[in-house]
């Protein structure tokens, strides 16, 4: 190797080692800004009970007329609806009086389109007052997150950073959409099903043997007919 050649591979060996540590420098810069990073949009969910207490008198087991108004004011203003859990809460003590006080209120609460729960479900909110019957309703109250966010800069994705506004739209709709908040908690119980139904779909699904779609054009769903001549049709003239 000439002479002329090692000073210039040692400059090129030199600015090599410093564009290495530059691009290493800012790979670590880079890091910290990925570790820093805003966790993702998510949805909190929680869950919330309402108590209101129904008093009956000594001795007796018919819902008053105040009672009454005064269960369907709780109910109104709480908003409960058919996927809130309602139970009809009460101290055990054996007394007969108490297990048709519960029955009232359980059938009082089905008059209002509520399935309450079984009166030996549920949970007591404390100790139970005497001659009082306690109605709980829980539900899942759904905390969207806060959007829109445009805390960060939108210009500035040279390390590809992902945005403060990204996800929002698409967690915020979920959260609006949800019919029943708790099924971002847990599935739903598959309830009892026709085992060989089932397994008949699951076959005509796979081998290409289900229903064809109904037709949007015709009325009666069937498949649209086909177009006959309108010259009153045959051979003759």
């Known amino acids: 190797m000439s002479a002329y050649m090692k000073p ?14 530059v691009t290493l420098s800012g790979c670590a810069d880079n890091f910290e800004r990925w570790h820093d990073n805003q966790p993702p949009k998510q949805l909190k969910v929680e869950q ?3 108590s209101h207490d129904v008093n009956f008198a000594a001795g007796d087991d018919r819902l008053a007329v105040s009672e009454r108004e005064r269960l369907d004011s709780f109910l109104a203003h709480a908003q409960v609806g058919s996927t809130d859990k309602v139970y009809v809460n009460l101290e055990p003590d054996g007394e007969r009086v108490t297990e048709r006080r519960v029955s009232t209120v359980a059938a009082f609460l089905k008059l209002r389109g509520l399935k309450p729960a079984s009166p030996t479900t549920g949970f007591a909110e404390g100790k139970a007052k005497d001659n009082t019957i306690q109605v709980v309703v829980r539900r899942y109250l759904v905390t ?47 309830s009892p099903a026709d085992g060989d139904y089932l397994r008949t779909s699951i076959v005509n699904y796979r081998t290409g043997k289900t229903k064809p779609l109904l037709d949007p054009k015709s009325s009666s769903g069937s498949a649209e007919p086909t177009m006959e001549s309108s010259d009153g049709g045959g051979d003759g003239g």
Request: glycine share 10%.
């Open 8 to 21: 210039r591979i040692r400059k090129f060996g030199f600015a090599l080692g410093v564009g290495l540590i």
């Open 144 to 190: 969207l997150p806060g959007c829109p966010d445009w805390t960060s800069d939108t210009s500035d994705t040279f390390n590809n950073d992902v945005h403060s506004n990204y996800g929002c739209a698409t967690v915020s709709n979920l959260g609006m959409m949800v019919a029943d908040p708790e099924d971002l908690v847990r599935g739903r119980t598959l």
């Open 48 to 50: 919330v009970h309402y």
